[in-house]
């Protein structure tokens, strides 16, 4: 079964300050991966996705993520961090078999202070 | 843009109680998924269908049945509600079978058992 870890449930950083939220998850023969955002009293939303390709993938408002097949990690960044970034963030895995099942990380509460 | 509505934002229950909570999707999308949202837990598959009629266990099945009538409209149902399932549920939809379609999610409903 297809697991993923958050390494951090809470990140505080002071606003324009870099930040990494940290992803890894279990090895499989293919791999989809997917992080998530969550703010206040909201739904999930898809930040970026991670199918094939370029190693390095990108989201419209300057997060991005490196998948590392080697050490299975796939951590997001972003060089630096507006209040508006305060969110939750969801890590997600999609083996090539499933049915479009997604296995989720813990979560990491991202807190941005001016 | 995909829509994907749950009926309700908030709920309040008692214990014993049948509750059912709607999800309906706009994108003729034939994957629906369950999840429920717990702090440190991140979310967790309850349920999900790749068809009408059809249906799937998933992580935490228990407590819980699911109803899927029309491709659109995907049901869970709490047989019998326990203090225990207070929780934030979301509700997800993909399109086709083919595991790198991200999936999307409804505002959730969180509910409370009283």
């Known amino acids: 079964a297809q697991s993923v870890t958050q390494l951090d449930s809470q990140v505080p950083v002071f606003e324009e300050a870099p930040v990494e939220l940290r992803c890894n998850y279990s090895?499989?023969?293919?791999?989809?991966l997917f992080w998530y955002v969550q703010y206040p009293n909201q739904g999930l939303q898809l930040l970026l996705k991670?199918?094939?390709?370029?190693?390095l993938v990108e989201s419209i408002n300057g997060f991005e993520a490196e998948f590392n097949k080697s050490q299975t990690s796939f951590h997001l960044r972003k060089p630096s961090v507006h209040i508006s970034d305060t969110a939750e963030y969801f890590c997600a895995s999609k083996g090539g078999t499933s049915y479009g099942k997604l296995t989720f990380g813990q979560g990491t509460i991202l807190t941005v202070h001016p | 843009d995909v829509k994907v509505t749950q009926s309700s934002r908030y709920l309040v229950k008692r214990t014993g109680e049948k509750v059912f909570l709607e999800c309906v999707q706009d994108?003729?999308?034939?994957?629906m998924f369950w999840y429920r949202q717990d702090p440190g837990l991140g979310l967790r598959l309850i349920y999900f269908?790749?068809?009408?009629?059809?249906?799937e266990k998933g992580d935490i099945p228990e407590g819980y049945s699911v109803s899927r009538e029309k491709k659109e409209r995907f049901s869970l149902i709490l047989e019998s509600a326990s203090t225990n399932q207070t929780s934030m549920y979301l509700c997800a939809s993909s399109g086709n079978r083919a595991a790198n379609q991200p999936q999307h999610f409804g505002d959730g409903t969180r509910l409370s058992i009283l």
């Open positions: 994108m003729d999308h034939e994957n």
């Open positions: 269908s790749y068809d009408v009629k059809m249906k």
């Open positions: 090895s499989s023969v293919s791999v989809y």
């Open positions: 991670y199918l094939s390709g370029s190693t």
